[in-house]
């Protein structure tokens, strides 16, 4: 049977692939996190390679403090870009391929229209600058890579934006929410979802090897303020959002305007359905809600 190889395992995207491999019988998982594999040490993954044999590895490791990564520029870049590259190899090595998560903010936002695979990468935060090497090294140590960028992420673990507002909501009457970035939100559950339906079409006889860069992130688009006001109605609290602009909530990190990825490439190769932000938002609520 073949194995996946699953890092970072314990953060949002990894959990919900977790789940979906209990119900998954046609495929062995193997979930690590940094105290059972840390990407960044080379010669403990290429020991850990050496001891299993692995046909996908999906990298959900990373350093995603957007803003801390200002001042941990060089962690970041250990996990973001060396990381990956180490993992990449060792995938080469072993005839593997390589699913890598990657991120709107390697684009600048400068555009107006969805970000296209092709479109330039120009990051302007040390965490887009990380996550663009990771991309750029993984894709050239193994030609069989994905690199799937994705937006905004949520998912009933972990920290998020949308765990904040909740709490937040609880917290405050008030509150000033930025509607001058707009993007995607992306219930993690969904990209895990289609990472395991891109693995099935790699496996099957008639698919041509068309790795590379893809987008993925939950259709339509909003900012952060409609993003905020979706969560509260859907959580039903009660509380005043105010519209606010990006110099009135001031951050170490700069984020792009506009970050919207194009999925035209993603849907049309691998024939994947994404659902939109509003109902997979729901349907993580409601997942909250029950496990309340
Ligand atoms: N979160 C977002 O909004 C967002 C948006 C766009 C793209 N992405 C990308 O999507 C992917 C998944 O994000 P996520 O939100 O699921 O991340 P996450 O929740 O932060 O999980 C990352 C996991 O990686 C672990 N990790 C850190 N350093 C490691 C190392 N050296 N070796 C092994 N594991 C290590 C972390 O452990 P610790 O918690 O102990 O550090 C954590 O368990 C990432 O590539 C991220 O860049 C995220």
Redesign the pocket.
């Known amino acids: 049977m073949q194995q996946i190889l699953v ?9 919900e692939l977790q789940l979906i491999a209990q119900k998954v019988e046609n495929y062995k998982f193997i979930f ?3 105290e059972e ?5 080379d010669d403990a993954v290429a020991n850990f390679f050496s001891q299993h044999s692995i046909d996908f590895c999906i ?7 957007v803003d801390k990564a200002e001042e941990e520029r060089l962690i970041a870049i ?3 870009a060396s ?1 990956p590259k180490i993992l990449s190899a060792n995938c080469k090595k072993m005839g593997a391929v390589f699913i ?6 390697v684009f600048d936002g400068k555009l107006n229209t969805p970000y296209l695979e092709s479109n330039y990468a120009r990051p302007i935060s040390v ?1 887009g600058k990380t ?1 663009r090497k990771g991309e750029v090294e993984a894709l050239v140590e193994n030609p069989r890579t994905f690199v799937l ?7 009933t ?5 949308m765990k904040t507002m909740r709490r937040l909501g609880s917290e405050r009457k008030e509150l000033g929410i930025v509607y001058d970035q707009v993007g995607a939100p ?1 219930y ?1 559950r969904d ?1 895990a979802n289609a990472i395991m339906q891109i693995i099935d079409q790699v496996n099957e006889d008639t698919y041509q090897d068309i790795f590379g860069i893809y987008h993925y992130s939950n259709a339509g688009i909003c900012s952060w303020y409609d993003f905020a006001v979706a969560i509260f109605e859907l959580s039903n609290i009660s509380i005043k959002v105010n519209p606010i602009r990006t110099e009135e909530y001031p951050l170490p990190a700069k984020r792009p305007t506009y970050s919207v990825l194009d999925t035209n490439k993603i849907k049309s190769t691998f024939n994947i359905e994404i659902p939109h932000w509003r109902g997979s938002l729901k349907n993580c609520i409601n997942k909250l809600k029950e496990n309340a």
Do not use: M, P
């Not at 594999?37 to 040490?41: A, K, P």
């Not at 673990?157 to 934006?161: I, L, T, V």
């Open positions: 890092t970072g395992s314990n953060g949002q995207l990894g959990h690590v996190d940094i594999l840390d990407i960044t040490n990298n959900c490791a990373a350093y995603t403090a250990e996990v973001n990381g890598h998560i990657s991120t709107d903010f965490y996550k960028r994705t937006s905004w992420l949520y998912s673990f972990g920290g998020n934006f992306t993690a990209l």
